[in-house]
């Protein structure tokens, strides 16, 4: 398959200076908003905090979230509406009392009580002080154990059955829903039911903990994770090529793929976590298999062609690899598109990550990484450019 009938004639490398130019500028517009300006933001993975993703029975505005947090003191939590028919939720809260890692995890499980019982709302916390449970807050084995006394049996496979679709659905909007399908339940474990729980205006949907050491431990690895992951690469690369010049083009070109992504992503309201640092290791990945593919050529031609020079040969490389790298990266980047646009709120961030990558792949595969491997070979080696 090719996109080009024939062989495209574009002298990639004619732009190397514009190209190193873009790449300096963005890298040192981004390293300066991240150590002076905003910065990037930790999300609960490498920050001290709880997040608390929540759906309402009724829509309701940020404002009304924030009101019912300040309730309780917590009124500058940072605070997502994550659907589109403002139900749901995604708040993060921090709050610094305690030293040890285990009295720092215990505050914030307290913290994260705080929040689930203030957006519960005064009815609800009435009807849980009368000694009804909270449909939609139950958990699995508390329910279990309510069901016994009318479906002994079957009690277990009832709770999970009422668990799993209230999982699916978020949230229990109606006593009509336990009779009818998927739910279908016996007409007795629904009377019961009605009489021992009420439907809570609100349900949690996930529920995460980070202290601060456990934050910056996970800082730390991912850190390491993207070190050792540029330098596992760079000693392949330079054996497989028996050339260090092969390598550290790579490293360059992988090392400004990290920085650029993440000099454009500092100045968006995006926080960073963990499936971010899968996302910087997915671009990494991603853009080595098409330098690899590039030098590859390169090697071949100079096996058919001593006596070109190595640039001609690098842009012929480049070209008869075009079709290739586009076809490529445009199937990466439609799907990550479709992601993106369809996947919701939860691999949004992600998926915008994996767009700025996929294009920065492209860019940095084409205009970069050779140009590395020329400068290496006309200054560090000072040989002639058609050895």
Known sequence: MQIFKKTPNIPFLKYKWIALAVTLVIVVAGLINILVGKGLKLGVDFGEGTL???????????????????????????????????????????????????QEIESHQILADRVIQSLQGEEDRQK?????????????????????????DEAENLANKIVNYRTENG?????????????????????????????GKMTVLSRETVGPQVGKDLRKKATQAIIWSLIGMLVYIALRFKGVEYGAAAIFTLAQDVLITMSIYSFTPREINLPIIAGLLTIVGFSINDTIVIFDRIRELQRTMRKEKLENIMNLSLNLNLSRTLITSGTVFLT???????????INDFAFLMLIGTIEGVYSTIF??????????????KKKLHK
């Open 52 to 102: 608390i993703r929540v759906m309402f029975k009724e829509p309701v505005s940020v404002s009304e979230v924030r009101k019912l947090l300040s309730e309780v003191g917590l009124g500058d939590s940072i605070i997502q509406e994550a659907g589109k028919e403002s139900r749901e939720f995604q708040i993060r809260t921090m709050e610094k009392r305690t030293t040890t890692q285990d």
């Open 128 to 152: 849980l002080a009368q000694g009804l449970l909270d449909l939609n807050n139950i958990d699995r084995t508390s329910l279990t154990n309510l069901l016994r006394s009318v479906a002994p």
């Open 171 to 199: 949230i229990i909007a109606s006593w009509d829903e336990l009779s009818r399908e998927p739910l279908n339940l016996p007409g007795e474990v629904t009377s019961l039911l009605q009489n021992r729980t009420f439907l």
């Open 336 to 346: 990550v598109l479709s992601l993106y646009i369809f996947g919701g709120q939860v």
């Open 368 to 381: 970069l990484s050779c140009p590395v491997v020329l400068f290496w070979n006309q200054y560090f080696k």
